[in-house]
């Protein structure tokens, strides 16, 4: 990808993109050897930065959708001023953007029939292409997927799971390499078993009750979208321990007076909390990051936790908590009015109803939920404040753990998503810079 150029602005970022498999895509035309990591370590050692800064989404499958998000994301950063004019010294930031495709399912999947060719909508074979490319599997998965499909469009409406659906299902979930455990294991592991008969009528339930909208989580499809989304967490996870985990070490090396800033949104927080921990949450950078901002984070709340859910077992990035990987502080938006944390996440981990997941009540806390609804637990000592507005002073501390009850500004949106990508505000960006400025 090339280095953008924000709208209206002067100032660029580096769009770094990589594969589905986490690699980096090594055809960048402005890149070292089609490498951008190559250029963009290269120019940092040569500008000698004093902040580098680097975003992921998480939502978002294309480029086109990527480059919006930062633009919008940074351009609202640079929209304040006064925050910049407050980095003492020199400014010379090095901005990166990071693309990795993401989408579990889209905007075209909402409502239970909108698979229905008679609505113009996607044919069987495009749904099972769609689903090969996203779930990542072989060639073996294409019977499986048009068992499924075929169902689909034999009884969009039924009931009961079929029983060869059912079968495919359990089959297709093994061949991903899907597993079951909770926040001492690896994000995509945070959940109940893969059950796909208490998928779809738990899907249904809610679709039923107008949790998510539309009937996305409901139907024979719907444990397909649940596996999709379970995909994305892990891939979100390998790409972080992985290649920018690296990425991020090299840029230290290369600008190692430079402060270091991580802020991720959605899955975007497991990609920036892998890059943090490094391969098993166990690998320490060469140094510490400087701040690190967790955006309606679609990671679970006890996965940075000293004790998860009242017992003494430590959450899968506690290691780097623990180490004090941060520097600066550590701050977590948290809205009650985010569809995709309140609802997309629990279903997507096997939640009941019964267990909590669906209802804020930060006072008992369920197992299963995300930090993007009840902020981070179980770390000694977290701080649970509101999200200001664009002039409030947070008078952040160096190494704490900051919630932020930030419904009054993430509450725009609405459908299966609802404010989730909510968060281009000034307020949010006045909590980057606050805690950047630290």
Same mark, same amino acid.
């Given at each position: ?13 580096? +769009? ?19 490498? +951008? ?60 953007? +990071? ?340």
């Amino acid at each position: 990808m090339p280095f953008e150029t924000i709208p209206g602005l002067a100032e660029q970022y580096a +769009l770094l993109s990589f594969d589905k498999d986490g690699k980096e895509l090594t055809s960048d035309p402005n890149g070292v050897g089609g490498l +951008l990591s190559k250029e963009i370590e290269a120019r940092a050692a040569r500008d000698k930065p004093s902040h580098i800064f680097l975003f992921s989404h998480g939502w978002k499958g294309d480029v086109p959708s990527a480059r919006d998000q930062y633009n919008r994301w940074i351009g609202a950063m640079l929209a304040l001023k006064a925050d910049r004019a407050a980095v003492p010294g020199t400014f010379k930031p090095i901005w990166i953007g +990071l693309h990795w495709p993401s989408l579990p399912f889209g905007d075209e999947e909402v409502g239970g029939a909108s698979f229905d060719p008679a609505e113009g909508a996607a044919s069987p074979d495009q749904i099972v292409a769609m689903y090969l490319d996203r779930l990542g599997l072989g060639a073996e998965a294409e019977p499986l997927l048009r068992t499924v499909v075929n169902a689909h469009q034999k009884d969009a409406a039924a009931r009961d799971l079929p029983a060869d659906a059912a079968k495919a299902y359990s089959t297709l979930a093994t061949l991903a390499g899907r597993t079951a455990g909770g926040p001492t294991d690896p994000p995509e592991a945070d959940g109940a078993p893969f059950d796909p008969a208490v998928v779809f009528q738990t899907g249904n339930e809610l679709s039923k009750a107008d949790f998510a909208g539309g009937g996305l989580l409901g139907g024979i499809l719907g444990p397909l979208r649940q596996l999709s989304y379970w995909t994305m967490k892990k891939r979100a996870r390998s790409i972080g321990e992985s290649g920018m985990h690296s990425f991020v070490a090299r840029l230290m090396t290369a600008a190692p007076d430079a402060r270091i800033h991580l802020m991720g949104h959605s899955f975007g927080c497991i990609v920036v909390s892998s890059i943090v921990g490094g391969p098993e949450a166990r690998h320490a950078l060469p140094r510490k990051v400087d701040s690190v901002a967790l955006i309606q984070g679609a990671v679970s709340l006890w996965a940075f936790g000293d004790e998860v859910h009242g017992d003494a077992r430590k959450g899968y990035f506690n290691p780097w908590i623990a180490r004090s990987a941060v520097r600066g502080p550590i701050i977590v938006s948290r809205s009650i009015f985010d569809r995709a944390v309140g609802t997309l996440y629990p279903w997507a981990s096997a939640a009941a109803f019964s267990d909590g997941a669906f209802d804020l009540d930060d006072d008992n806390p369920p197992l299963l939920g995300a930090i993007g609804k009840f902020g981070i637990r179980g770390v000694k000592d977290a701080i649970t404040r509101d999200m200001l507005d664009a002039t409030g002073d947070y008078a952040f501390e160096a190494g704490k753990v900051y919630n932020l009850e930030s419904s009054k500004f993430i509450k725009k949106g609405g459908g299966v998503s609802g404010a989730h990508s909510d968060i281009d505000g000034p307020e949010v960006a006045h909590a980057l810079w606050r805690a950047a400025l630290v």
